[in-house]
Each structure stands twice: as structure tokens, then as C-alpha cells.
């Protein structure tokens, strides 16, 4: 039944092998031989099977369990450097039809502001995010066929990369909406998004069913189904994630790994991006009354797990997470956070008042994007606002032939320097303008060619003169 390259939800993400999984897991959790074979292979930086990782996730030797960390440490170095990428969530609209029941945007919540931006009040959001000096944005909508129609993101997102202003541009829109039609990818996939993102929750059917009691996205096959629908549509750069203490971590670990190995049988392109969000409290929402939460510990664990399993996929980390354990992640394989994030419709502009909340969740991590850029690279990383390789056509496998040929350290890490040159001159205080600059010197050491390095001093030259937007 258990099929990688089936087009049914129950063959690629199939609940007895998941149990044969986790049961094989647990017999092996000390087996020392094994979890020194699966690490060997890990560090031939070919990723691992959902099998494979599962008993990295769960074993119980100390020694090998400080290996792991290691080696998700020298793999996130070796595949991404030192650079995050930044991006921002933009609410545009908590209209919903569905029922989930860990999310406060659900039908039957009375309580909270129903909101939706118009396109003008989009304007303003996206003024006040480029002021601060955001070139990547999530978007992110409840689905609602009659208030937020397909036709109502596509409008938005021509809005969104039709502002510019002062030196501000929105130059990769990704997408968080509902799963939907074939069709409608396609229209998202013209109107030049980068990544469709669209969260698992939970890859246990029947859990599933009862955490989504009402509305389209009750059907799990559906919503599981997405992102073959979305690659079938054109866009070939998605985004995969589970929506961690809605179900045991472990069976949501292999259940993700399934689905990264299931896109990779069936399109030979694995996820462009993960997400590891954890739920939080929400204006009607009790994260404790969900049984199985995490501790940090077990977070740290599973990020470093996917870091060694999937090498070639970017993991993202939200301001759900406060900055103690953003630091301790980012270590182990975390590529992108978003920063200074709003998430209420219409957060950006001006600061909602309390009796309007209209918020999808608390956020852990209250700084501002100034404050986050510093924070990074006092931390010896380079804040990236990098939107280069799907402008360049880089997206799906020619993304990973990318990074599969070495070559990211003489495109990758010069377009980082240069768009935090921007965000220095255009938008950073004084102190991270001082931090960033001499990081900036000490890093255009570290291109490799010496023609890239020349062409890239140029470039920094340009943008010290007010030209904008480079890249390799
Ligand atoms: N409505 C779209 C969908 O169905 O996928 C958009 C997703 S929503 C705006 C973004 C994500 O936030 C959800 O997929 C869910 O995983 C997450 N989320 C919902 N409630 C949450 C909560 N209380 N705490 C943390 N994350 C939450």
C-alpha cells in the first residue's frame, strides 16, 4: 500500500508504515552499529529516509545524540554559510470558513475583529514594511471563497510588487493560503510568487479529521494532496510543514519526511522550504489543552534531524519562537526568520487597538527588524534579504542543481552582502550600520572567485552611490 510516488494522500503518506516506522525506531533507539551507519550516510550529505531519521530522532546514546547536532551544525554551514534570510508575514484578510480547532480564525469564533485589507490599506502595510526595510513577504489568508477569492490574492499581489517606495520593493511575494485547484495555482504561479506554502497540521488522518471538524479543509486527502496540485499548476518551489503538539512528534516527523520524499518520486524536486511552527496561545485558543506539545529540547532535536535528512531544504522559523530558542536553532539548520512580524490584518500600518484584536496568534519574539539584523550578525551571521534565484529562474531543481554544484558561495553569499548593503544604507540605525559594514568587508573575503568578488565591489560601489537591486 505504502507508495513514495503515488498520487493518493494515503499511499505517499501511509499510516502503517508510519507505525512500521516508529515501532522499527524504538527497537533501534540504542543500537549503536545502526545509528553509527545512518550517520555515516548523513555525512555523505545525501539526506536520509524517513526511516533512517526516525531512529536519529528518538536515539538515546548520548555521545552519537551530540554527533548529530554536530553534523546538522556542519552540514547548515556547509549548504547555507552564514546567511539568514529575512522575510515578514502580511495578513491580508482572517475571514474563514473552516473550523480548525487550534487556529482562532475558525467560523465559529465570535469573538475576534474580522478583517480584511483593501487594496489601498495593503498599500499602506506594505509601505510600512518596506520603511523597514523588508524585500520578502508570506502572505497570509483564511480561506473564504466568497471574501477572499483567489481573484482577491491575485489582485494583492500585483498591488504588493507594484510599490515602490523611496528605495523600498517587495521582490518575492510567497503564499499561505488554502489548499486549492490546480487552476488557481497556476494563476498564483503568473502572478510570480515564490513559494507556496501550505501547512500539513498534522499528517494523522484521523487526528486530522477531528481538528478540522468543519469546512473544505476537513478533507484530508485534499489538503494533503496540494502540493502535487501546486507543482502540477507550475509552481515548482513549496513549502511543507506540520503544525508541531497537534499530534505526536514523531509520527509528524516521519509523516514530513514521507512527504519530501513523495515530491521528490513524483516531480524529482524535493520541498524548497520546512517550517517547524508550534502552537501558541490565540485570542479563543489554549495552547495547553493540545496534549502534545514540545519542549524545547525535542524542537532543537527535530530541526537538527531535518537539517541531516534533507540537506537541500531551507527551514523557516517564525517569531512564534522567542529570540533564546531562535539562537539555539538557527545553529542547527535553520535558514530564514522573519522579523518585526505582525500577525493581525493590518498590524503594519498602525498598532491595532486592544478591543479590535484580529491576530492569528502571540508572537515570543517582540523586536524590531533593526534590532533582529543586529542581533544576527553580532551572532556572526549575515542577514540576507536575498530574492535573486527565483527572479533568476532559479527555483525547483535548478535551485538545487545550485546548491548541489558548490557554486552558492559565489552567488548566494555576494547577493546576501549586497541586500544588506541596501537595508544598511536604506533603513538601519547607526550602531547595526557600523556592525553590518565591517562585517561586510570581512566577508566579500570569503567569495571564492576573484571575478565575482571584483564585479560584487562594484556593485557595493553602486549602492553606496544609490543604485539598487543587484545580483549574481
Ligand atoms: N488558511 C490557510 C491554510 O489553511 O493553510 C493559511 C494558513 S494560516 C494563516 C497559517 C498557519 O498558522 C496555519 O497553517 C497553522 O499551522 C498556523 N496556526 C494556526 N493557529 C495557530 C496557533 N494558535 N498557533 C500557532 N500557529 C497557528
Not at 123 to 139: N, P, S
Not at 225 to 252: C, N, T
Not at 308 to 319: E, F, K, L, Q, R
Not at 337 to 361: C, D, H, L, M
Request: proline share 3%.
Amino acid at each position: 500500500m505504502y507508495n513514495p510516488a503515488s498520487s493518493k494522500a494515503e499511499e505517499f503518506i501511509n499510516h502503517e508504515e508510519i507505525l512500521e516506522t516508529l515501532a522499527y525506531a524504538e527497537a533501534h533507539k540504542t543500537d549503536r552499529e545502526l545509528i553509527e551507519q545512518i550517520l555515516e550516510k548523513a555525512k555523505q550529505r545525501k539526506g536520509l529516509t524517513h526511516r533512517e531519521a526516525s531512529v536519529l530522532l528518538v536515539c538515546e546514546l548520548e555521545d552519537k545524540n551530540q554527533e548529530i547536532y554536530e553534523l546538522a551544525s556542519q552540514i547548515k554551514k556547509d549548504f547555507y554559510g552564514n546567511r539568514i534570510v529575512m522575510f515578514a508575514p502580511l495578513y491580508l484578510s482572517n475571514y474563514c470558513v473552516n473550523g480548525c480547532v487550534y487556529c482562532p480564525y475558525h467560523a465559529q469564533n465570535k469573538n475576534i475583529c474580522r478583517k480584511k485589507l483593501t487594496q489601498e490599506e495593503i498599500k499602506k502595510e506594505v509601505i510600512a514594511l518596506q520603511d523597514m526595510g523588508h524585500k520578502r513577504l508570506a502572505l497570509e489568508a483564511g480561506e473564504d471563497p466568497v471574501n477572499n477569492p483567489i481573484e482577491y490574492i491575485l489582485e494583492s499581489i500585483k498591488t504588493i510588487y507594484g510599490i515602490h517606495h523611496k528605495n523600498g520593493a517587495i521582490r518575492r511575494v510567497n503564499v499561505n493560503i488554502a489548499a486549492t485547484t490546480v487552476e488557481n495555482y497556476r494563476k498564483l504561479k503568473d502572478a510570480g510568487i515564490g513559494t507556496y506554502i501550505l501547512f500539513q497540521e498534522t499528517y494523522h488522518k484521523e487526528s486530522y479529521e477531528v481538528l478540522h471538524p468543519t469546512g473544505p479543509k476537513h478533507n484530508y486527502a485534499y489538503h494533503t494532496e496540494a502540493m502535487d496540485r501546486a507543482m502540477e499548476g507550475g509552481i515548482d518551489d513549496v513549502g511543507l510543514g506540520v503544525l508541531f503538539g497537534l499530534e505526536l512528534y514523531r509520527y509528524e516527523f516521519a509523516g514530513l519526511l514521507m512527504h519530501a520524499e513523495h515530491l521528490e518520486a513524483k516531480f524529482g524536486v524535493g520541498p524548497h522550504t520546512i517550517s517547524v511552527p508550534r502552537i501558541k496561545r490565540a485570542d479563543d485558543i489554549d495552547p495547553s489543552v493540545f496534549d502534545n506539545g514540545i519542549n524545547d529540547d525535542i524542537f532543537a532535536k527535530i530541526i537538527a534531524c531535518i537539517r541531516i535528512s534533507v540537506p537541500y531544504t531551507g527551514m523557516i522559523i517564525s517569531t512564534r519562537e522567542s529570540k533564546a530558542c531562535r539562537e539555539r536553532v538557527l545553529k542547527l539548520g535553520v535558514s530564514q526568520i522573519s522579523g518585526a512580524s505582525r500577525t493581525s490584518v493590518g498590524g503594519y500600518a498602525e498598532e491595532e487597538p486592544e478591543e479590535e484584536n484580529s491576530a492569528q496568534f502571540d508572537v515570543s519574539d517582540n523586536r524590531t527588524l533593526d534590532e533582529v539584523v543586529r542581533w544576527l550578525m553580532e551572532l556572526g551571521y549575515i542577514p540576507s534579504f536575498c530574492t535573486a534565484c527565483y527572479r533568476e529562474g532559479r527555483t525547483g531543481d535548478r535551485f538545487m542543481s545550485l546548491c548541489k554544484s558548490g557554486q552558492i558561495q559565489n552567488c548566494c553569499h555576494p547577493n546576501a552582502l549586497m541586500t544588506l548593503k541596501e537595508y544598511l544604507e536604506d533603513y538601519a540605525t547607526e550602531k547595526t550600520k557600523e556592525i553590518g559594514d565591517a562585517l561586510i568587508a570581512k566577508e566579500m573575503e570569503f567569495i571564492p572567485n576573484p571575478k565575482v568578488r571584483e564585479i560584487a565591489e562594484n556593485y557595493l560601489g553602486c549602492i553606496l552611490d544609490g543604485k539598487r537591486d543587484f545580483r549574481f
